[in-house]
């Protein structure tokens, strides 16, 4: 023990010593020969390659499944917005189509202006009651917007009927088709009087015609303005038919197709007077004996 601390003492002394002079060597081996460093570091290297390699690889795929994962994420965050944007656009879409549709409507509308109307205001229609009994449409118009009983509804084509019941904010039209509905009308060419009659189906029929009267296919109906109901000259329809002394009149508007109508006040009293439409006869007048011709 009492020699054993002396030489650990004495190798403590020398290490620094030794140390430094074996770094001095190496320096100075080092300037004296620069090539035999280099081969050493690329033997090194050569030897280190196979280790850094095997450990490059799995680095390497935990990188490229980062990235596939981010690139994942990031296509999913692009496919939501790109799907936010499409509801977005068809939203828009379907306004502009609405937007569309009303606005060549409301141009149809424009075709036909109404002379000597007091008011007139578009409606919408937003109900129909058209069936096998029923031939009438709930429009948003009523009473709030200056409606009244007995007032025309017309289309840009023609009359389509006329207010038969009014609301605060709805009114329902009884088209010209309807089975209570009747028109006192005459023949544009002619001027020949008759009361158009609806009995539920798409043409409604002519009546109390003289038996006289000249109809001819494709005749133009117009209102005649007897009665007070509507004012003379409003545009109905065309003859469609005349067979076996039924003349049937195609109207001018589409009267299953309605989306949105004109309510004309022309300051008429708007209903039509019992004593305006002759009492029914024995044997109503056919015109099959007035010439009636195709």
């Known amino acids: 023990m009492r020699i054993a601390a002396p030489v650990k ?6 290490a620094l010593p030794i140390l430094v002079v074996l770094s001095v060597m190496l320096i100075m081996l080092g300037k004296a020969d620069v090539l035999l460093f280099d081969r050493l570091r690329v033997a090194l290297g050569d030897l280190a390659a196979p280790l850094l390699n095997a450990v490059a690889q799995p680095v390497a795929t935990v990188a490229s499944t980062v990235q596939k994962v981010e690139n994942m994420a990031d296509i999913y965050r692009q496919n939501t917005e790109l799907r936010e944007e499409n509801a977005r656009l068809l939203h828009w879409e379907q ?3 609405r937007l569309e549709a009303d606005n060549a409507e409301l141009r149809n509308l424009m075709k036909l202006a109404p002379e000597n ?19 009438n449409v709930l429009v948003n118009a009523g009473q709030s917007d200056g409606v009244q009983r007995g007032q025309a509804a017309m289309t840009g084509d023609g009359l389509v009927g ?7 904010r709805t009114s329902r039209i009884l088209l010209l088709t309807d089975l209570n509905s009747h028109v006192p009308v005459m023949l544009e060419s002619t001027h020949e009087r008759a009361v158009l009659e609806g009995d539920n189906s798409d043409e409604p029929r002519l009546i109390y ?14 209102t005649s303005g007897s009665g007070g109901v509507f004012p003379p000259g409003l545009p109905v329809g065309v003859v469609a038919s005349v067979e076996g002394g039924t003349v ?26 019992q004593s305006a439409v002759p009492p029914p006869r024995a044997s109503r007048p056919t015109i099959s004996g007035a010439h009636a011709a195709r």
């Open 209 to 222: 015609l003289q038996p006289k009267a000249v109809v001819k296919v494709g005749e133009r109906i117009i």
């Open 117 to 135: 109307a007091v008011s007139f205001i578009a409606a919408r229609v937003i109900a129909d009651s058209g069936g096998a009994f029923v031939r």
């Open 95 to 97: 306004a502009a189509r």
């Open 248 to 273: 049937r009149v195609e109207p001018f508007a589409e009267l299953g197709r309605l989306e949105m109508v004109r309510i004309v006040n022309y300051g008429l009293d708007g209903i039509l007077p």
């Open 9 to 14: 003492a004495a190798a403590q002394r020398l």
């Open 162 to 168: 006329r207010v038969a019941e009014v609301g605060g």
